[in-house]
Each structure stands twice: as C-alpha cells, then as structure tokens.
C-alpha cells in the first residue's frame, strides 16, 4: 500500500529524532537538511533512502507484475477481478520495475559527486569517525562562531588557544593545538604532506599514488583525528578539563590500532603489514 503523508512524516520525524539526537522524541531538525542526509554517498549523503520515494518504488513490483501477468494466484485474480482486459495494461513494463532498488534510483535524479567521499566512509574508519567528519567537511559543526553568528552565545573565540574565532577551518588544523597532534599523526605514520588544512588534506589522500592499504589507514587517522579534536574542545568547554596533545595522539594510535587488526585486509602486500607493525 502508499502510506499517508502524515505517517510518512512521522516516520521520518522519528529517524531524523534518532540520528541527531539519539532518541525518537525530540523536535527540530539537524546540522544538515534531510534531503542532503538522505542522498547516495558518492553525493554527499549518508545513503538512507527517502521513505515516500521507496514506498513507491516498492510498489512498481507490484505494478511491473500485474503488467507482465507473472504466473501466480495473486496476479491472476487481479486480471480476472479488476483488469479485464484493459488497454491500459497491454504495455511492457520497463525491466527495472522488477527491482526495488532499481525503481528508488530512477525516482531520484542523480547529483553531482563529491571529491570526498571515499575518504568520508573509508573502511578501516571507525563509524562515529567517519559520522563526525561527514559533518565537519560539510561545515556543519557548531561551532562557536556559528553559535555567535546566531546571538546563542556572547563570545566567539577558541577554547584552545583563545586567539581566534572557532571557526571550523581554525578547529581542523590552523589552532596550534590541533596543528600539533596533526603533527605528531603524521611522523608517526611518515606522512610527508605540507597542507595542514582539513579540505586540502582529503584532496591529497583522494589523489595519492600509495597502496589502498595504507591510504586507508592514513584516511583512518585523520578521521580519529577530527573526531577527537572536536569531543576534547566539548570536553574543555563542558567540564573544564584540557587534555595534552600527546594524550590525544595517543587515543588515536590505539583507536587506529584496534580499529586495523579487527578489520585486517584478506589482500595486502607484505610491506604494508611490516609498515604497519612498526607504527
């Protein structure tokens, strides 16, 4: 059956409830607007589908079918009971009409791809890594100078280094604390790259000529690395408590660590893992 509107959007009201805030309850919507949420990864989204849109798709199987008189009870009864004969249904369903995959997909026109997607959901990335940086390359942090902007708070500047505005280019990596632990990430991994910008640095590892394996690891550690730059900064503004750089790094070496040997490629070459065991 079509679902209502109305329970379309209760449903979707309980899943935007549950991504954001992690209950089914509570009002307002996201960082990040649902029709972006809901587009293919490659687009920028996270893949969920659009519940109006495949609730129709799943009904073209049924359409597709009736059409093609597939051999069975249902089907039959639905000729015999309603159809009669019409013209209506002399016509050739389109092929990708049996698949409700493939029905949601000519429901959505395609978008225009992002340049960092693979490295958004990157394999060897732990999931709530790669939640946070979807949202932080997309500039949808709240950060206090987006807080600022909207008279929520009085004051604009860096937990960290009391300079300059927080702004998210100034988070990942220009702050001398977050600029330090990207540091120290990259002579742990030997990663000789100059850019110490986030956008820049997700170009780079799209583009690198190195092995898929470590280019996976390497993606993993600035995921780690984003991720806990931004819980340390709620930390400090929540409960006053400022965490040393090397107490940073080192969570991420043990996230990136547990995270690889738990997710161990079946292919890779000998001299990624003996790069990896010296790390």
């Not at 470590?214 to 930390?235: C, E, F, G, P, S």
């Not at 503004?237 to 660590?257: F, M, P, T």
Request: glycine share 4%.
């Amino acid at each position: 059956m079509v679902l209502p509107k109305r329970t379309i959007r209760g449903i979707e009201a309980i899943c935007q409830a549950y991504l954001w805030k992690g209950n089914q309850v509570s009002q307002g919507s996201g960082p990040i607007a649902w029709d972006h949420v809901c587009q293919p990864k490659v687009a920028g989204g996270i893949g969920l589908k659009r519940i109006a849109k495949w609730n129709i798709a799943a009904m073209t199987k049924y359409v597709w079918a009736i059409a093609n008189k597939d051999d069975n009870l249902w089907i039959k009864l639905i000729h015999c009971v309603y159809i009669k004969g019409e013209d209506w249904w002399t016509y050739q369903a389109p092929p990708q009409a049996s698949c409700i995959s493939n029905g949601y997909k000519s429901l959505c026109p395609a978008q225009s791809k992002v340049n960092w997607s693979h490295e958004i959901w990157n394999r060897l990335n732990i999931p709530r890594h790669s939640f946070c940086l979807w949202i932080t390359i997309q500039d949808k942090l709240k950060t206090r100078e987006r807080l600022f902007k909207y008279n929520i708070i009085g004051e604009d500047h860096c937990l960290f280094c009391l300079d300059h505005p927080e702004t998210t280019e100034h988070l990942f990596f220009s702050c001398p604390f977050s600029t330090i632990c990207l540091s120290q990430v990259k002579a742990w991994l030997g990663w000789r790259v100059e850019t110490t910008d986030l956008s820049r640095l997700c170009r780079w590892l799209d583009r690198a000529k190195m092995s898929r394996f470590r280019k996976a690891v390497i993606t993993a550690a600035v995921a780690a690395l984003v991720y806990h730059v931004w819980t340390n900064r709620n930390d400090l503004l929540w409960n006053s408590r400022r965490i040393a750089q090397d107490v940073v790094v080192h969570a991420i070496k043990e996230d990136l660590k547990n995270r690889v040997l738990c997710n161990w490629p079946k292919k890779h070459k000998p001299a990624d893992a003996d790069w990896f065991v010296l790390l």
